[in-house]
């Protein structure tokens, strides 16, 4: 859908236009009294996301994304869903899933008594993505944008039989300096190390990250907080229906490797995933749906 047709339906002034953005992708921008944001439907992919009451935005985008049809944004908030990480079937299919690199239907937005943005997107199957994944899908992306950040995914399964499914808010967190953070409320915690061919480990402090990270954690949902001495701020993530919460840091060997990654942007980023990943598979019956949802606030 064109820049036209998609402010025509949903301009609302002061507070929603659409413009056109890197790569020709058209943006969502968003304004409201408490935050700002931009949102793409390539993806649905939320870019940037400020809070009036602090300087720095919550988000980090790589300076060096790429902007193309068919290849991932790297920052922000990528969705991987119907899976998350290399295909489970090993049958060549993306990493991450089937929705981050495809244009995501613009479903609706509204503006609330509390003077908050809710867009939502919409995407379902289609003859290409049922070749690689057969099943009957509608997957959803509600948006909230006021004094925290609201993201709701929810997938219906529209099929006749159930489907399994991992998924993920893949959110690359902006932080000042990653050897001047910790992150909190995983302490006790068995986890995969992927950096260490998925052995397990304990987790028994506050996570602080000196070297390559990609952790799974199993977790009931409990609030998560990045507590950022350099920007001197606390992130704090509240989810609902994530039963796996994933900590992931390229360090410096993956951003050499990276076209979309600068040489120090490990030092600038940490992703800290609300997610039902690895062993957490989520089974759909027919019309059955599940809306995983994460919070996140500044404190």
Not at 205 to 223: L, N, S
Request: with cysteine; charged share 25%.
């Amino acid at each position: 859908m064109d820049i036209e047709t998609l402010n025509s339906l949903h301009f609302n002034a002061g507070y929603l236009v659409f413009k056109e953005g890197p790569g020709g992708i058209p943006v969502a921008l968003i304004t409201t009294p408490d935050a700002t944001a931009a949102i793409t439907p390539y993806g649905a992919q939320l870019l940037s996301c400020r809070f009036a009451n602090n300087d720095n935005g919550l988000l980090f985008l790589s300076e060096k994304a790429i902007f193309q049809e068919g290849t991932p944004i790297r920052g922000g908030v990528p969705i991987c869903w119907p899976w998350f990480g290399p295909d489970p079937k090993q049958l060549n299919r993306p990493d991450h899933g089937l929705v981050r690199t495809r244009m995501w239907r613009v479903a609706s937005s509204v503006i609330t008594q509390d003077r908050e943005c809710i867009i939502t997107f919409e995407i379902t199957d289609t003859p290409e993505t049922y070749a690689l994944w057969p099943h009957r899908f509608r997957l959803t992306l509600k948006v909230t944008v006021g004094k925290q950040l609201t993201m709701e995914l929810t997938t219906r399964n529209l099929g006749d039989t159930p489907l399994e499914l991992t998924q993920a808010l893949h959110t690359y967190f902006a932080i000042g300096d990653i050897t001047h953070v910790s992150i909190t409320g995983l302490e006790g915690l068995v986890y995969a190390d992927q950096t260490d061919n998925g052995h397990d480990k304990r987790e028994g402090i506050a996570i602080r990250i000196d070297a390559e990270t990609d952790r799974v954690y199993p977790t009931a949902g409990g609030d998560i907080v990045i507590q950022d001495d350099t920007l001197k701020r606390n992130i704090r993530i509240e989810s609902e229906r994530s039963k796996t919460a994933v900590v992931w840091n390229p360090w410096i060997r993956v951003c050499e490797q990276k076209a979309d990654l600068a040489l120090e942007d490990y030092k600038k980023m940490v992703c800290v995933e609300t997610a039902n990943a690895g062993d957490d598979i989520i089974t759909l019956q027919s019309n059955e749906d599940y809306t995983l949802k994460a919070v996140y606030s500044l404190e």
